[in-house]
């Protein structure tokens, strides 16, 4: 099925670095979900987006909603070791059933202390 | 955010044999739900649509009489892997659609691993 581009597939940072990660799509979305999970565990919902060009933090994390509708970024700022695990990005696009997600593959994150 | 539960978080099973899986929201009414499967190192992807008091919808591939899907209350969604093979084992996640406040949210259970012998 389709999937959002999710860059970059991996990233290892030390303890303390700013990071940042995006998905593109070829079609409009109506809503950007960023998501992380850690192994073994399900997906927990960081930061949720509506509408385009919007801006939103949750503590040290930071998500925009592009002006194209077509993406949409994570920065993550001050890294800890506890920020390690998969980031996804899911999107719902236009058109299409109503709650589906579209997700990206992942960006995975490693922090050295 | 909202709390769904999934049950059991681990499951090990003899080839051959069915095994159910839970998935609660806690805290909201859900009439949509999710189940996700996923492989190593991959992301979600999505088997099939539950909905409360109607038939479950598949995505392509997945076997309907294989995976049977019951959504029989608003809190509440089953899947159950019929006569279960070894290449059935995975990490299933099931999600619930929250839509209170126009904000259509899949918030997600803890996942269930499953092991067939």
């Known amino acids: 099925g389709q999937q959002l581009n999710q860059s970059p597939q991996s990233m290892f940072i030390q303890e303390g670095e700013d990071v940042s990660m995006n998905c593109t799509s070829s079609?409009?979305?109506?809503?950007w979900l960023w998501y992380k999970q850690d192994p073994g565990e399900g997906p927990v919902l960081l930061i949720a987006?509506?509408?385009?060009?919007e801006l939103t933090s949750n503590g040290r994390l930071t998500a925009q909603f592009g002006i194209t509708r077509k993406d949409s970024f994570l920065n993550i700022s001050a890294s800890i070791p506890s920020d390690v695990g998969i980031y996804f990005c899911?999107?719902?696009?236009?058109?299409?059933?109503?709650?589906?997600?579209?997700f990206g593959k992942g960006t995975k994150l490693s922090v050295k202390p | 955010g909202a709390v769904v539960s999934q049950h059991p978080s681990w499951v090990i099973c003899k080839s051959g044999t069915s095994v159910k899986i839970e998935c609660r929201s806690l805290?909201?009414?859900?009439?949509?739900m999710f189940w996700y499967r996923q492989f190593p190192k991959q992301s979600l992807m999505l088997m099939a649509t539950s909905n409360e008091g109607s038939k479950a919808t598949y995505e392509q591939g997945v076997e309907k009489d294989k995976f049977l899907i019951n959504h029989a209350s608003l809190t509440l969604s089953t899947l159950t892997v019929t006569s279960a093979h070894p290449e059935d084992s995975s990490f299933y996640i099931c999600s619930a659609l929250d839509r209170r406040l126009a904000k259509n949210i899949q918030y997600f259970g803890a996942g269930t691993r499953l092991s067939v012998l």
């Open positions: 987006l509506y509408k385009a060009g």
């Open positions: 079609s409009i979305f109506n809503t």
């Open positions: 805290d909201f009414q859900a009439t949509t």
């Open positions: 899911a999107g719902q696009a236009y058109g299409g059933s109503q709650g589906n997600l579209i």
